[in-house]
């Protein structure tokens, strides 16, 4: 359940809070009705314990009867709880639970009324809902002996556990529980004096001597439900909505909400939610739906009330945040704790299981129903679903009225994270949330907490735990005593201003804490747990018992891999934690890997993993950063740099270097440059970084400081020099205590140096002399290194001078923190660590020219560094000889080499190495100080400041490349592929994807193929807008991007704002991007949310102050079409620095709140609505209502702006709207009843009108048929009604046509014509006419002519209706003329095209259709450039003030124009019509139209198979057969299978030819006629990819036989073998052909003897070749259809073996056409080709190869590719003269080339 809710996002959570606490609100009055008390949530289940009253039968006579007594309150007390679970299984049994957003929808906008009662009547009704916890002070006060009470009992405990099965739900939020009652955070029993606990706590357990106690634990089980139930338990209870939850922007209102418990009490005591039932259809209640099934357990016996933790100070709520100690935790156990688990894993569903110790307190035949099962007794709900109200029944209601501030110790007993959410929301309850978090789980084993021993263990590790968890910043979410023992829940990343981007490296270097801390407390057999993934968490419960929850699958995996044995003692996780801590590869975890194991609950096995490892052992470049190309991006700051560190080099003067930029922006680009100047200038660099997860560790980034110092120290670079040489260089040693000091410097108590101690202490020891010193560094510094060699393969782009001190082997890598053994022991130091440490100080003192006697002080201060210890035990005078100690290796060892620092991540710098840094600029001149970080403002301001303010100082900023320099990334990644422009709209597209991070652009741009699918147009990268849907996992940009740990940053600086600027920004993020502070200022003041301008000071500069990480800019253009208000100040705009942000925070924000804002702002700007601002306004009303349950507001401006953008052709925007429109409509209760029949036919009009204008004619054509018939027309669908319709309406036409009744076609002295009916007809018709002129649209683009013909004559039937003529009618007389051209008659046609061009003279524009068909008929016509300046003028119509309008018309025309030119062979010389394809495409994905990319891509494709361009067709190819084959419609598939199949014919491929010809050939003839070139061009190249089959084996086979190319029984031989391999299949294409050549016998006429399997292929082909040819026979354009006719005829012959009737064929075709090819030059071109191909003698051959030579030449084409077998004698005519084998006289026309 988790998992699905968690699939809808925030709302998800919302729903799931609603659903379960709901659940549990119940749960828990019906529990505090009969007297438990609840004692932990845990996850999906309740611990539950009934304890007796021992002061309830105090008044017994006599002593004698004590035992009595006490029997008969045992007795009573597991009756009490008995019949409490019985009451939970009758009310929560098949209580069933939605999660879709409709049905929560529809419970907040009104499936709750009012409360009963009245408010005003209500006691203590003030509005006071700052008590978390309401006690009184003398209850509170009256608790302390309590806590001192040291006693056990016997008791009966009760559990229950939720397990939901995983079933496929929608779930339909319930009105939220209610949340108006003050929260009970601990046991009412167990409240903490104010002034009876010492500052450190004594742990205590507590009860009554005397106490029988009933221990329950109540569980869910979950069944989905597919099937209707009409008995009452599957429909009772499924909403508990009495009370809704009110928070800011809720349209509940105040009057109506009860903030006093009685008022809630009464209400949800009194009131049953059977109520909701009436309105539920019973469809609804069984589809996608979950019942959850309730199974307990119960238990008695003696249990102990403990209290364990640190109590901490009295600070109040706010202090508490702030502070490192306070944190209590009450919990029960004993040992019935530890039957309960396995009597609840015995309950079914709907069953109580009763331990034996608990039955023994039952009265014998109480319960006559009871089931025995092994040791327990079950108890199983008989009950019919029960609806009668609780009677209110409260033990004590003073609990209830007790404030918090009496005692702030209640506090404690939450975590940190939900004080701050309650801080931030006063009404005691926060919104539910999704979190990506790490669980932390410890299992202490088997201790008894309820025996002194166990309860002093628990306190120790939970005192230990608590101070990690305050370190490090994490949460300790609960302690709890089960079967299992004593657990403590801890998590990382729930919301806290202090969050932290890597949860789960803290959650690990706690983990690793924790674990030596346990085993110094001598606390053996624990189990330390990770895990990391999505949990929710929720305020859950009510005002009797509430609690911030959290639950996931996450906390069960982390309870679930404990069980193993190799977990004692270690630290194991699940591999997403792992995989979260080494994802940025800093060293800083090491990892062994257990394989998987299967847990409880899971299919899968999970892989485990043990954490043997914590701490950098050293520090090296990230492997992935090692080989960034350091050429992409940011050439000037780059060349900045180079020139920054030249002048250093020739004059160093405490020079500092800054680079900084957020994540991803190319920090790591500009350490890699620098690496690599060092490389080639021999610089030495010492490198080292800081961690999140170290930033409050003193001196971590000077440990590694200190490792680079020693090595380049170690080097041959590095002379020894006496104490003499080193006084020369201005340093000298002031002795004992002292430390260097450089000449003439003069140590002060100011910041710029360390203060000098006073006192030191030394510790003797012996050292080894200079011989041994280097004999340690030869031997044993190196024993036992597991760092990377030098010459690792990571590094082998340094030399060995910068590899040195880029990977160091630590002197100290085992002292970071002790590695664990094979035994889980903690690993001992040896001796070798000594020594090696020594060696190195010893050497770097040596080489200064000191002696021995500063060596221990120094060695004793850097192992202090090595400890895992935060903060080292350094007193000050170890402070300055550490910082004296590397000022003095740095300027001693810079004498001699050039030293750069390089330091990384300095926002995370702990603040002893921050000194450090700064003492090494100020102290060491000759040094290069680099630091990268993070934007300084983005964590707590410039804590560079002292560094960095001087004049030698260079700042480079970073926030991603630029266009031009994305473009350069993409030529260079592109230039092999011939690529020299990019187009905008990939540039575009990868930096939005990429953010401009170097690295991504490199990746993207290797990747670009697969994921945008661009291709190349000569020369120009263009993309396609295909998405991929087969991305693999590792190629998702959007996971490259880890837009999850953006999101995370942003609600990380979202939590450290203050609450009111937080309030600030939620308003301002439903207001999008861009906002007015009026328009902020329309929800709730800006004085309330920021506070009263001082003098002086206005909004924004407040704004500016608060918003300390920049998330919103001043608008650089201050100009609005609307102002709001008369206050310049008001009408400020601001921006959010990235869309991304506002999301992010909106997102956060609950449900219900932003459905108040969304409201209000509707109404706010309807106020402001007129006609003049419908532009700047309507989407704004219409976008705020969306998100609101007004319906009939969402109808009506839905309806509105889609008629405005329709009317502004902004159709991509106009679909959307309306499929919101129409989705409403479907789904929404009650919408339909809005809206009349006239209103819909009109809004599925505009939908039709809309998709057919975007060529998406699938779902346009069943919308406007749908207007159609609620208009009252119904569309044919069978036969026999289309014959009668395309009767009655030609009839109609034709009488009212030449009677002359049709409106407007009589031009010359005719009256102006008039409507017809009144006005609200006239509309009507008018409308009816639009729809049937857009689907005349739709069947012509999908060639029904039956369909293309009925629309047509329909529009002018009603346009005679209408009496007035319009656009649609003078198309229809176009179309109609058109129709009739088709079926050869002309004249008619003639005349309709006559009366459309008068009537479009007249004034009624077509929008460039007519003269796109009159374009058509012209070029079928041969007046090919009248048809060009048609289509020129069609274009031009299509498009307004620049902007395409109509996009049939336009797609219509260009492709024609394309297709024509290509067939003309003159495509390329016309550069313009290139430019038209283009200009198409960019026009389809600017309106999302797939049906515009095909377009483009397949004239582009068959222009380059004509031009013989294989290798750039290819990619074509691929993008074609994967992305637009699969959805393209019939017309576009069939030539896309006609080119596919010649392609792969020219490829040699022949088995996917013949594939792609037998897919054309099927559904040919399901095609009509249609005024378009693609039916004869799919037919073209199918016809041409059979001729390049045999003539590819023509060739293969006359190579083996030796014959002359040419020869006619040549060509005949390799016609039957094809046939041979083609009947076979022809898997191995052309290759297998030269294997399976057998030359066929022929007679003496040359008529071949085909084989049996010749005679099957070539009535295979005839299959083909049959349907082709009656397709091309109906098309109009003769000149190119008869054309390939004849070929096909021929072709026909020539598989067959009729060579010679073939070629005769091709002779009578070519006289009879050759007058009609003249300026059809490829066609004709191909024609004789294909004549000289087949011709039977060589002069013939000649003569018709010179021609095509001549063509080809001509067209700009290599004549090679088609002329394959000329005569041995022929040359290729020069200067357009054919040149013969005879005489050398020339034979044929001679033509010149254009």
């Avoid at 299981?353 to 327990?376: F, H, L, N």
């Avoid at 705009?1133 to 609950?1150: K, Q």
């Avoid at 062979?1465 to 095909?1494: C, K, Y």
Wanted: neutral net charge.
């Amino acid at each position: 359940m988790t998992s699905i809710a968690s699939s809808k996002g925030d709302v998800g959570a919302e729903m799931l809070s609603s659903q379960i606490g709901a659940y549990f609100d119940l749960a828990i009055r019906i529990i505090e009705y009969h007297g438990g008390d609840v004692v932990k949530f845990l996850g999906d289940a309740l611990l539950v314990v009934f304890q007796a009253d021992p002061e309830a039968d105090h008044g017994a006579d006599s002593p004698s009867s004590e035992d009595n007594v006490i029997s008969r309150r045992d007795k009573v007390t597991v009756r009490k709880a008995i019949e409490c679970g019985l009451e939970l299984l009758a009310r929560l049994s098949n209580y069933r639970i939605y999660l879709s957003e409709r049905e929560y929808s529809r419970k907040l906008s009104g499936g709750s009324g009012p409360t009963s009662g009245d408010d005003s009547n209500n006691p203590g009704d003030d509005g006071n809902n700052g008590n978390i916890m309401n006690m009184n002070n003398s209850q509170s006060g009256n608790s302390s002996s309590s806590w001192n009470a040291n006693a056990s009992g016997f008791g009966a405990v009760s559990s229950s556990t939720s397990s939901i099965g995983a079933s496929s739900f929608l779930s339909v939020p319930q009105g939220r529980p209610n949340s108006n009652g003050s929260s009970n955070s601990i046991p009412r029993r167990s409240s903490v004096p104010n002034n009876s606990i010492s500052p450190m706590i004594t742990p205590t357990k507590f009860s009554s001597s005397t106490n029988l106690d009933a221990l329950a634990i109540t569980g869910l089980y979950g069944n989905g439900s597919n099937s209707s139930s009409n008995n009452n338990n599957s429909t009772y209870r499924k909403r508990e909505d009495s009370i809704m939850s009110s928070r800011p922007g809720s349209t509940t209102s105040k009057h109506n909400r009860a903030t006093n418990f009685f008022a809630n009490a009464k209400q949800l005591f009194t009131n049953s939610n059977v109520n909701d039932r009436q309105n539920i259809p019973a469809e609804e209640m069984s589809e996608d739906s979950l019942e959850l099934q309730l199974h307990m357990a119960m238990t008695a016996g003696p249990i102990s009330n403990i209290i364990i933790g640190d109590i901490g100070g009295d600070n109040g709520l706010d202090n508490l945040l702030m502070q490192n100690t306070g944190r209590l935790e009450y919990a029960i156990c004993g040992e019935q704790m530890a039957t309960i688990d396995d009597a609840l894993n015995m309950a079914r569903a709907g069953e109580l299981t009763i331990t034996k110790d608990a039955w023994a307190c039952v009265v014998q035949g109480s319960y006559p129903w009871v089931e025995q099962r092994r040791q327990c007794y079950i108890l199983k709900n008989i009950q019919q679903a029960n609806d009668d109200p609780l009677l209110r029944r409260i033990r004590n209601d003073k609990l209830f009225n007790t404030s918090v501030e009496s005692n702030p110790h209640y506090y404690k007993y939450i975590n940190k994270s939900a004080i701050h959410r309650l801080i931030l929301y006063p009404d005691n309850t926060f919104p539910a949330q999704f979190r990506t978090v790490t669980i932390l789980f410890v299992s202490l084993g088997d201790v008894k907490p309820w025996t002194s021993e166990g309860l002093s263990t628990c306190q120790k590790a939970i005192s230990q735990v608590h101070k990690v968890m305050s370190e490090y910043e994490g949460f300790i979410q609960q302690f709890a005593v089960d079967d299992k023992g004593a657990t403590l829940l801890c998590a990382f990343g729930l919301p806290y201003p202090r969050s932290h981007e890597r949860e789960a490296v803290f959650a690990a270097k706690s983990a690793w804490v924790i674990r030596r801390r346990l085993l110094a407390e001598g606390i053996l057999g624990f189990k330390i747990s990770l895990a990391t993934g999505v949990i929710f968490t929720s305020m859950i419960g009510n005002e009797f018992r509430r609690d911030p929850a959290i639950v996931g699958d996450t906390i069960v995996i982390a309870v679930r891999i404990l069980k193993f044995d190799y977990a004692t003692e270690s630290i194991v996780c699940d591999d997403a934690t792992k995989e979260a801590c080494t994802s940025d590869h800093d060293g800083l975890c090491e990892f062994e890997d257990m394989g998987e194991e299967f847990v409880k609950g899971k299919i899968h096995p999970i892989r485990i993993w043990r954490l043997i490892h914590f701490g950098a052992k050293k520090q090296i470049r990230k492997p992935d950063d090692m080989m960034v190309d350091e050429t992409i991006g940011y050439e000037p700051e780059r060349e900045k740099v180079t020139q920054f560190i030249k002048s250093w080099e020739q004059e160093p003067e405490r020079n500092t270097l800054l680079v900084t930029g957020p994540r991803g922006s190319g920090k790591s680009m500009f350490y890699q440059h620098i690496c690599h100047m060092a490389d080639r200038n021999g610089y030495q660099i010492c490198s080292a970084a800081s961690a999140e997860v170290e930033k409050n560790t003193e001196y971590y980034l000077c440990k590694f400081l200190l490792l680079g110092l020693f090595d380049i120290m170690r080097k041959k670079d590095i002379p020894y020099a006496s104490r003499s040489n080193v006084q020369d260089l201005g340093i000298t040693f002031t002795g004992e205590g002292g430390g260097w000091v450089e000449r003439g410097h003069r140590r002060s108590s100011s910041g710029n140096t360390l203060n000098k101690p006073n006192t030191s202490t030394f510790r003797p020891s012996s050292l080894p002399g200079g011989s041994s010193i280097t004999s340690a560094l030869s031997s044993s510094v190196y024993q036992g290194q597991t760092s990377t060699p030098i010459d690792s393969p990571t590094t082998a782009t340094f030399s060995l001078s910068v590899r040195s001190s880029l990977i160091s082997n630590s002197p100290w890598e085992s002292s970071f923190s002790p590695t664990i053994g094979q035994n889980g022991e903690p690993s001992k130091r040896n001796s070798t660590y000594i020594t090696k440490l020594q060696a190195l100080i010893n050497v770097s003192l040596q080489k200064m020219g000191e002696g021995d006697e500063m060596m221990h002080i120094l060695h004793d201060i850097i192992a202090a560094l090595s400890s895992d210890n935060s903060a080292p035990a350094m007193n000050d005078r170890d402070d300055e000889m550490l910082a004296d100690f590397i000022v003095r290796m740095l300027n001693y060892a810079s004498a001699f080499v050039k030293i750069i620092t390089m330091f990384e991540d300095v926002q995370w710098t702990d603040k002893k190495s921050l000194q450090i840094i700064q003492v090494i600029h100020e102290r060491c001149p000759g040094v290069l100080v680099v630091l990268f970080s993070r934007p300084q403002r983005d964590y707590g301001g410039n804590i560079l400041y002292r560094i960095t303010s001087h004049y030698k100082h260079l700042e480079i900023a970073l926030d991603g490349l630029k266009r031009r320099e994305i473009e350069a990334a993409l030529l260079k990644a592109f230039k092999h592929n011939g690529v020299a422009k990019i187009s905008p709209e990939v540039i575009e597209f990868v930096q939005e994807k990429t953010k401009g991070n170097p690295k991504f652009v490199k990746n993207m741009a290797n990747m670009l193929k697969d994921f945008c699918h661009v291709n190349i147009v000569d020369g120009e990268l263009l993309t396609t807008g295909q998405q991929s849907t087969r991305i693999p996992p590792e190629k998702n940009v959007e996971d490259m991007l880890v837009r999850q740990d953006r999101k995370k940053m942003i609600l990380m600086q979202y939590d450290r704002m203050t609450p009111r600027f937080q309030d600030f920004l939620k308003i301002a993020s439903c207001l999008g991007e861009q906002f007015s502070l009026a328009e902020v200022a329309a929800i709730r003041p800006l004085d309330s949310m920021l506070g009263t301008p001082e003098p002086g000071r206005s909004f924004p500069t407040m704004i500016s102050d608060l918003d300390t990480f920049r998330f919103l800019s001043m608008s650089t253009d201050q100009q609005t079409n609307v102002q709001f208000s008369d206050n310049v100040v008001d009408n400020t705009l601001y921006t959010f620095g990235s869309g991304s942000t506002a999301r992010d925070i909106y997102e956060s924000i609950p449900y219900e709140e932003r459905v108040g804002y969304h409201l209000k702002m509707g109404q706010f700007y309807e106020s402001f609505l007129e006609p003049a601002q419908f532009g700047d306004l309507l989407p704004q009303v219409t976008r705020h209502y969306l998100k609101t349950e007004h319906t009939e507001k969402k109808i009506k401006y839905l309806k509105a702006i889609s008629a405005f953008y329709l009317k502004s052709n902004m159709l991509t925007d106009a679909t959307e709207n309306l499929t919101d429109l129409i989705r409403i409509l479907d789904t929404e209760r009650g919408a339909v009843s809005i809206v009349n029949q006239e209103d819909l036919a009109e809004i599925y009009g505009m939908k039709g009108e809309t998709l057919s204008k975007r060529m998406r004619i699938e779902e346009a054509e069943p919308a406007l048929l749908d207007s159609l018939a609620r208009y009252g027309i119904n569309w044919p669908k069978t036969n026999q009604q289309w014959r009668m319709a395309l009767f009655m309406e030609k009839t109609k036409f034709l009488l009212h046509y030449h009677g002359g009744t049709t409106p407007g076609l009589n031009f010359s002295g005719s009256k102006a014509p008039k409507p017809k009916g009144d006005a609200k007809s006239q509309v009507t018709l008018q409308r009816i006419i639009h729809v049937l002129g857009c689907l005349q649209n739709i069947y012509f683009w999908k060639t029904d002519s039956n369909g293309a013909m009925l629309s047509t004559l329909l529009t002018l039937n009603y346009s005679r209706k209408l009496g007035m003529p319009s656009g649609e009618q003078t198309v229809s007389l176009g179309r109609y003329g058109l129709l009739n051209y088709f079926k050869g008659h002309k004249h008619v046609c003639t005349e309709y095209m006559e009366k459309a061009r008068l009537s479009s003279e007249a004034g009624e524009t077509t929008e460039g259709m007519l003269p796109s068909m009159r374009g058509y008929v012209n070029y079928c016509e041969g007046k090919i450039e009248l048809a060009h300046q048609d289509f020129a003028d069609a274009i031009s119509e299509s498009k307004a003030f620049g902007v395409v309008s109509n996009l049939a018309t336009f797609y219509r025309s260009v492709t024609l124009k394309c297709a024509f030119r290509m067939w003309e062979g003159s495509f390329n010389a016309h550069q313009e019509d290139s430019a038209l394809l283009r200009a198409m495409s960019a026009v389809a994905i600017q309106n999302g139209d797939s049906e515009g990319e095909t377009l483009f891509a397949i004239p582009t494709l068959a222009n380059l198979l004509l031009q013989d361009r294989l290798r750039d067709a290819e990619s074509w190819v691929v993008l074609i057969e994967r992305f637009i084959m699969p959805k393209a419609r019939l017309m576009n598939m069939l030539v896309i299978h006609g080119m596919l199949a010649y392609y792969y014919s020219k490829m040699g491929n022949f088995s996917k030819t013949k594939i792609y010809a037998e897919l054309m050939a099927e559904r040919i003839d399901q095609q009509g006629v249609a005024a378009h070139p693609f039916p004869l061009m799919s037919c073209a190249f199918t016809v041409m990819a059979m001729y390049e089959m045999i003539d590819s084996a023509a060739q293969n086979s006359s190579s083996i036989s030796g014959s002359t190319l040419g020869g006619s029984r040549s060509d005949l031989g390799s016609s039957s073998n094809l046939a041979r391999e083609m009947s076979n299949g022809g898997k191995s294409g052309a290759s297998s052909i030269h294997h399976s050549s057998i030359a066929p016998s022929a007679s003496s006429s040359g008529i071949a003897v085909l084989s049996q399997s010749d005679a099957v292929y070539a009535a295979k082909t005839d299959t083909i070749l049959k349907p082709t040819i009656q397709c091309m026979d109906q098309d109009p354009f003769c000149a190119v259809a008869q054309t390939f006719v004849v070929l096909a005829e021929a072709l026909r012959c020539f598989i067959v073996g009729h060579n010679r009737e073939g070629a005769h064929r091709l002779h009578r075709g070519w006289d009879r056409l050759e007058a009609g090819l003249r300026e059809i030059r490829f066609v004709r071109a191909y024609f004789l080709a294909k004549l000289g191909r087949h011709a039977e003698n060589s002069r013939d051959k000649d003569e018709y190869y010179s021609q095509a030579h001549v063509l080809f030449v001509s067209m700009a084409m290599d004549p090679s590719g088609w002329i394959c077998d000329p005569s041995p004698g022929w040359r290729p005519p020069q200067d357009g003269v054919p040149c013969s084998n005879e005489s050398g006289k020339g034979v044929g026309l001679t033509l010149t080339p254009n």
